[in-house]
């Protein structure tokens, strides 16, 4: 019996983009905050490109409170949400084309979040990374961590648990 042939690695890579593009896109709060996420394998990094209706405190100025607990919240959720669908987004059971037509997996819902805030953040663009320090079937925990200038220098950080969603759920079932 003859093997497949690979698929081209830009092949892989697009479809993928696609699939991130998805996710993210399926939630307008993310595109309204002006997050984005690179994508390296299956690693993600959350970007919150500056923009001024960010500031909190104009005397400083600060990126606000809220929006910085913003920022590592959808980091987080995104960050699991790519962790929990990237074996059946690769074996091909999680089709992308559905998904960039709506049909998405539900996202993981918040159970706690604690943020501390290190620092200020300045009026700059910021970055976020998450990392799953347990990942059940019906319980996670994540914790971020945002910094500006200096991965070393991080000027927020956050633990979150979630309640992760059964797998024959998706974004059009009825909600809870």
């Known amino acids: 019996m003859a093997r497949k042939a ?81 074996e059946d987004f690769e074996s091909g059971s999680l089709d992308v084309e559905a998904m960039a037509a709506g049909d998405l997996p539900r996202l993981p819902k918040t159970i706690d979040f604690t943020v501390d805030y290190l620092r200020s953040g300045l009026p700059r663009d910021a970055y976020a990374r998450a990392t799953i320090t347990r990942a059940g079937r019906r319980y996670a925990s994540v914790q971020a961590v945002a910094w500006q200038d200096n991965r070393d220098r991080p000027f927020a950080q956050a633990t979150a648990h979630f309640l992760m969603p059964r797998p024959d759920q998706t974004s059009d079932s009825s909600s809870d």
Request: charged share 15%.
């Open 6 to 86: 690979p698929e081209p690695v830009q092949v892989v890579k697009q479809r993928r983009d696609a699939a991130l593009n998805a996710l993210v896109s399926g939630v307008p709060y993310i595109n309204f905050m002006g997050i984005s996420f690179d994508r390296r394998g299956d690693e993600l990094t959350g970007l919150l490109s500056f923009d001024d209706k960010l500031i909190g405190n104009p005397m400083l100025p600060a990126i606000h409170g809220g929006v910085t607990a913003a920022f590592l919240e959808v980091t987080a959720v995104i960050s699991l949400s790519w962790a929990y669908i990237w």
